[in-house]
Structure formats: structure tokens, C-alpha cells
């Protein structure tokens, strides 16, 4: 169960912020294996003075239409999985929303299973 939250800057209409959001999920289970109905998103679009990132840390050139996505997912993909999901999200990120791949900060929080609970107080995958 991945939780994505994805940060932007207020100001993008609903379209735009609906196919960042898509973008995301497909790119989840193109490329990381996630059940197409596994889909739990948070979305934050933020004043200009509480998104801060250097504009070229890491050998890019960001502009002010950054997007930083958060994906808390179980442990366990190796790094072809995670190079390929980057990958996935960037291309599909622009194909829908013209975001630019320099405008895409993507981090992963990695948990062990019996860190989840999908409700009713249960630890959904812990044996």
C-alpha cells in the first residue's frame, strides 16, 4: 500500500493537480507492482514560502512549478524497480500535465509490513 503525498505550489487548476495525481498512481503500477485499486493520495498545494528547494541541488534546474511527491511504500523493491519507477513518473507526469522532468522531486520512505493498517484497529499484513 503506497501513501503518496505530492506538494505543488497553489495556483494549478483541479484538471492539472487531478493528472499529476493519476500520473503518479499509473506509474505505481506500471512500475512498481501496486494493485491498480491500491490508491491513497494526499495533495498539498502550498503558499510560494512553504515550498522551498534549491533551484539546482542535484544537477537540475527547477522552476517555481515543482512538484515533490512523498511515496511511503513497503521495503523490499531493488533499485531497478525504483530507477524504472522514477522513470515512470517523470514520463507520465509530462505526458499529462507538460510538468517538466526537472520540476519532479520524488522521495521514497520505505516501511516494513506491520507498519500499516488499512482500518477496523487490525495490522493489515502483519502475521
Do not use: C
Request: no cysteine; charged share 25%.
Amino acid at each position: 500500500m503506497p501513501l503518496v503525498k505530492l506538494y505543488l505550489r497553489k495556483g494549478k487548476s483541479p484538471e492539472y493537480v487531478r493528472s499529476v495525481a493519476d500520473a503518479v498512481h499509473e506509474a505505481l503500477v506500471a512500475a512498481a507492482n501496486v494493485p491498480a485499486d491500491d490508491r491513497f493520495q494526499i495533495i498539498q498545494q502550498l503558499e510560494d514560502d512553504r515550498l522551498i528547494a534549491h533551484p539546482t541541488y542535484g544537477g537540475v534546474n527547477r522552476s517555481r512549478d515543482l512538484i515533490m511527491v512523498e511515496i511511503t511504500l513497503n521495503s523490499g523493491r531493488t533499485v531497478e524497480i525504483k530507477k524504472n519507477l522514477y522513470a515512470e513518473i517523470v514520463s507520465r507526469m509530462g505526458r499529462a500535465a507538460d510538468v517538466r522532468p526537472d520540476d519532479v522531486l520524488i522521495s521514497l520512505v520505505e516501511v516494513s509490513k506491520e507498519n500499516w493498517s488499512f482500518g477496523g484497529g487490525r495490522a493489515t499484513y502483519a502475521g
